[in-house]
């Protein structure tokens, strides 16, 4: 089981694409989104979104495998992704527009682990989709179908 948990407003942009994939995963993927904190306190706000993030996972995933996506670290390949993933119920955290404070969130669950899909900041529906892409990508790779790969 995954879930991707993300603070968003919506993902009007690639709702199709996102749905699609999401269909395919079928019961394999769930997206859980929590409102955007508003306030003009940047500080606060990353404050707050760490903190409802943090509240949900111990509420409703405390036994998953942690993956916070974050620019500042390394690469990985597909495979890496497919052997990270393999087996493990997994939550992949994606924040919004501030990201996350990640030392907030490691001393809550130190066991996290972090993955980049490169050194660019995406969107948070952009990357989302490009997660789902990812997941499906090694589904099927490990179930012996065919994809581009």
């Known amino acids: 089981m995954f879930t991707i948990l993300h603070i968003s407003d919506g993902d009007k942009h690639f709702d199709s694409a996102i749905t699609e994939y999401t269909k395919r995963l079928w019961k394999s993927v769930i997206l859980d989104a929590l409102k955007p904190f508003k ?5 606060l706000v990353i404050k707050k979104e760490t903190e409802k993030l943090i509240e949900r996972i111990k509420d409703k ?3 998953f495998q942690k993956v916070l996506l974050i620019k500042e670290w390394k690469d990985f390949t597909t495979e890496e992704f497919g052997e990270m ?3 493990k119920d997994s939550i992949f955290v994606i924040g919004w527009p501030y990201w996350v404070d990640d030392q907030l969130f490691i001393s809550a669950f130190p066991e996290t682990k972090k993955i980049s899909f490169g050194k660019i900041t995406l969107p948070h529906w952009l990357a989302k989709l490009v997660l789902l892409e990812q997941i499906y990508r090694c589904w099927t790779i490990e ?5 581009h790969y």
Do not use: E, L, M, P
Request: charged fraction near 20%; aromatic fraction near 12%.
């Open 85 to 87: 993933i393999h087996g």
């Open 143 to 147: 179930s012996g179908k065919t994809y």
């Open 61 to 63: 995933y405390a036994n």
């Open 39 to 43: 306030d003009s306190n940047r500080n």
